[in-house]
């Protein structure tokens, strides 16, 4: 079925795009978890994308690529409301990155640190990023965004030199 | 030659712009 169609193999992202290739990571990472979710990280990839380089041949050539990935899973979603209606996807990117934050909060301040909290935070604060596609973000959400970035380095450093996070 | 490169990479930019566009049903 049309749903299970592979999609369009992107070509090695030039340097110039090295930037966005945490929300194409996350995107791959959410393909079969979440579509909605990898559809609106591959869309702020490719407008972050054009922002930073469309002229370049192997840039223009990235981009077309993810260009057709984008309306590849367009088709196959089909009519989600979360494609069709911004409102209803800015709902489903926002709820998703709220319940990311809380997951990672709450294993926070139980005192539980590891790997998977921290990627929580993470993608949560990619996922705030994200939710600029649909426009400015509102302040509670760039706290969210700016504290989940914090968490996520600062307990990825305790860790990793042995420390335990206040 | 310079400026017909120019204006081919344009319309390439135009043309990603529009499917951009397009897939945000904003044409």
């Known amino acids: ?166 | 030659m310079g400026s017909v490169g120019a204006s081919v990479a344009s319309a390439e930019q135009d043309d990603l712009s529009q499917r951009l566009s397009r897939l945000r049903d904003q044409v």
């Open chain 1, 1 to 166: 079925s049309m749903a299970s169609d592979p999609l369009p193999v992107l070509p090695p992202a030039p340097q110039q795009f090295k930037p966005i290739q945490h929300y194409l990571r996350t995107a791959q990472e959410h393909d079969k978890r979440d579509p909605v979710v990898a559809y609106f990280c591959r869309l702020y990839a490719m407008q972050t994308g054009m922002k930073i380089d469309s002229k370049t041949p192997e840039c223009h050539k990235f981009l077309v690529k993810l260009m057709d990935q984008l309306e590849t899973m367009k088709k196959q979603l089909g009519d989600n409301e979360s494609i069709t209606q911004d409102v209803v996807g800015n709902a489903h990117i926002e709820n998703y990155a709220y319940k990311m934050f809380l997951y990672a909060d709450t294993e926070d301040r139980a005192g539980r640190f590891h790997k998977n909290m921290i990627k929580s935070f993470y993608t949560s604060s990619l996922l705030y990023d994200v939710l600029t596609v649909f426009g400015e973000l509102t302040e509670e959400n760039v706290q969210h965004r700016k504290y989940a970035k914090w968490k996520a380095a600062y307990i990825h450093n305790c860790l990793k030199n042995g420390e335990t996070p206040q």
